[in-house]
C-alpha cells in the first residue's frame, strides 16, 4: 500500500511539473510576443483551484486531471475579439511568431531536461564500479575478450566511473548496432576491446540488451538468507521470513542465493522441499513457486528477496559528480544524447525494428515515478529529465493535435504564402487524433500486460 501511495504521489509530482513546464514555455514566448493569454491551466476538465492575475487578468488554474494542460489564447477563431484587442490575437500574428509559441512548449520541456540532468550531476550520481561479473560464454563482450573481473575504464575514449554511465553510453551504439571501443583494466594493464554490436539480434529488447551483449556488473556473491517476503507470495503462504537460511532444496546443498534463483526459477509450479535454518533449529518447509509467462517461457518465482550485507558491497560504491561548469556541458550531452535515442526508437518501432511493447503507458511510468523517488534526489531527477525528453520529443512530431502537427502547418505556411484550409486542418486533426488514441491504447495494453506478468 505504502509503494502504491509513493507511486501514486511521485506519479502527480512528475506529471505536474513537467506540465507546467511544458505551458509556461507557450505562456511565457506568447506573452513576450504580445499575444494575450486567457488562461493557464494545469490539467483538464473542471478547475479545483483558480485565481486571476496581471494587468489581463489572465486565469490561472489547477484542473482535475493532471493528464495535461493548456494555455488558452486570445483567438478571433474561437470567440468575438474586441476590435481594439485583435492585434493581440494569436491568428492574427505572424508564422514566425506563432511557430516560436508553439514551439516554445516542447524546447521548454528539453531544457528542463538539461536543468534536471545539471542538478543530478551537481548533486551526484551514486552507483557500482564497472566491474564485469560473469560472462556468456557466447556473448559478444566474451566474443570480444572480455573477462570476469575486469573493469570498464572508458567508452569510445569517454571516462565511465559507474556502470550506468556505461550502459548509457553503449545504448545508443547497440540500438543503432555499430561497433563500440570499450577501454578496461585488469589488474594495472589497460586493453581496448570492440564489440561487434552489429551482431546483436534485431529482436532484443531494452531489458535484456546488458545480458544479450554481456556487460552484467559485478556483485558479491550473495548468501541464501531471506532478506524481505512479498504479501501474498508464494512465500509468504508457505512460511517463509526474514532471516531465514535456505540450506538445501529437494536434497541439493545451495552455495550462495544465485544457486536457490536458477532451482526456483526452473521450477514453475512444481512443488519444492526447503531445508531452513531458522535460528538454531531447521525445519523442511514444501513451497510451489508460482508460474510467469515470459518471452523466454514460463519461469518460477517466490516472492522473496535475499539478505544483503551493506559492507560486502561498500568497496564497490561511486559516485558520479561533476562542478557546476562542468556539469552543464555533461547534461546538455546527456539532453542530446537521449532526445536523439528517443527519436531512434520511434523510427525503429515505425519500421517494425523495434516493438511496441517499449511504449509505456500511465501506470508503468508511475512505478518508475515511484521507484526512482524511493531510490533518492539523483534517480528522481534523472526520471524527470528522461520523461521531459520524451515530452519534448514526442511534441514535436509532425502528427496533428500536437505541437510538432501545428509547426508542420505553419511551415506549408510560410512556403504557400497562405494558410491551409479549414477542411485540410479539420481532417489532419481527426487523424491525428485516431494515431493518438492508438498510441495510447498499445501504451494501456502493455502496462496491463507487465501487471499481469
Avoid at 515470459?294 to 518465482?301: A, I, K, Q, S
Avoid at 537521449?338 to 523510427?347: A, I, Q, V
Wanted: aromatic share 8%; net charge negative; glycine share 10%.
Amino acid at each position: 500500500m505504502i509503494d502504491f501511495i509513493t507511486s501514486a504521489l511521485a506519479f502527480v509530482l512528475a506529471l505536474s511539473v513537467l506540465i507546467a513546464v511544458h505551458e509556461f514555455g507557450h505562456f511565457w514566448v506568447a506573452r513576450r510576443l504580445g499575444v494575450k493569454v486567457l488562461r493557464f491551466s494545469i490539467g483538464f476538465g473542471r478547475p479545483l483551484w483558480s485565481v486571476r492575475r496581471g494587468a489581463d487578468q489572465t486565469e490561472y488554474a489547477v484542473a482535475a486531471v493532471p493528464l495535461g494542460g493548456y494555455v488558452k489564447m486570445l483567438d478571433e477563431r474561437e470567440g468575438e475579439v474586441a476590435p481594439e484587442e485583435c492585434h493581440r490575437a494569436f491568428n492574427r500574428q505572424s508564422v514566425g511568431k506563432r511557430f516560436a509559441i508553439v514551439a516554445a512548449g516542447p524546447a521548454f520541456n528539453l531544457l528542463f531536461a538539461v536543468l534536471a540532468y545539471w542538478l543530478m550531476f551537481v548533486t551526484g550520481v551514486p552507483g557500482l564500479k564497472p566491474f564485469i561479473g560473469e560472462l556468456e560464454p557466447d556473448s559478444i563482450a566474451a566474443r570480444a575478450g572480455l573477462t570476469a573481473g575486469m573493469e570498464v575504464v572508458a567508452v569510445d575514449g569517454e571516462a565511465m566511473p559507474t556502470w550506468g554511465a556505461v550502459l548509457e553510453s553503449v545504448l545508443p551504439h547497440a540500438l543503432r548496432q555499430e561497433p563500440v571501443r570499450l577501454t578496461a583494466r585488469d589488474g594495472g594493464r589497460e586493453q581496448t576491446f570492440t564489440l561487434a554490436l552489429d551482431q546483436l539480434p534485431s529482436d532484443v529488447s531494452g531489458e535484456a540488451l546488458p545480458r544479450a551483449i554481456g556487460l552484467i556488473p559485478y556483485r558479491p556473491p550473495l548468501e541464501p538468507v531471506i532478506g524481505e517476503v512479498m504479501p501474498g507470495s508464494a512465500a509468504a503462504r508457505a512460511g517463509l521470513a526474514p532471516g531465514d537460511r535456505i540450506v538445501a532444496i529437494d536434497g541439493r546443498t545451495l552455495k550462495d542465493w544465485e544457486d536457490l534463483v536458477l532451482i526456483v526459477r526452473d521450477s514453475p509450479g512444481r512443488p519444492l522441499t526447503m531445508l531452513v535454518e531458522r535460528g538454531r533449529e531447521r525445519h523442511e518447509i514444501p513451497i510451489r513457486p508460482e508460474r510467469f509467462e515470459t518471452e523466454d517461457g514460463p519461469v518460477g518465482r517466490i516472492g522473496a528477496g535475499a539478505w544483503v550485507d551493506p559492507a560486502a558491497f561498500e568497496g564497490l560504491r561511486t559516485v558520479q559528480q561533476y562542478g557546476p561548469v562542468a556539469a552543464v556541458t555533461a547534461a546538455a550531452a546527456r539532453t542530446w544524447e537521449m532526445s536523439t535515442l528517443t527519436l531512434r526508437m520511434l523510427g525503429e518501432m515505425l519500421v517494425g525494428r523495434a516493438s511496441v511493447e517499449n511504449i509505456s503507458g500511465p501506470i508503468t511510468i508511475a512505478r518508475y515515478a515511484g521507484a526512482t523517488a524511493s531510490a533518492g534526489l539523483a534517480q528522481f531527477l534523472g526520471f524527470l529529465a528522461i520523461v521531459s525528453i520524451s515530452l519534448g520529443v514526442l511534441n514535436l512530431l509532425p502528427i496533428p493535435v500536437l505541437d510538432g502537427g501545428h509547426l508542420a502547418f505553419y511551415a506549408v505556411e510560410a512556403v504557400r504564402r497562405r494558410p491551409a484550409s479549414e477542411q485540410a486542418e479539420m481532417l489532419a486533426q481527426k487523424v491525428g487524433l485516431t494515431v493518438i488514441l492508438m498510441l495510447m491504447l498499445v501504451a494501456f495494453y502493455n502496462d496491463l500486460v507487465h501487471l499481469a506478468g
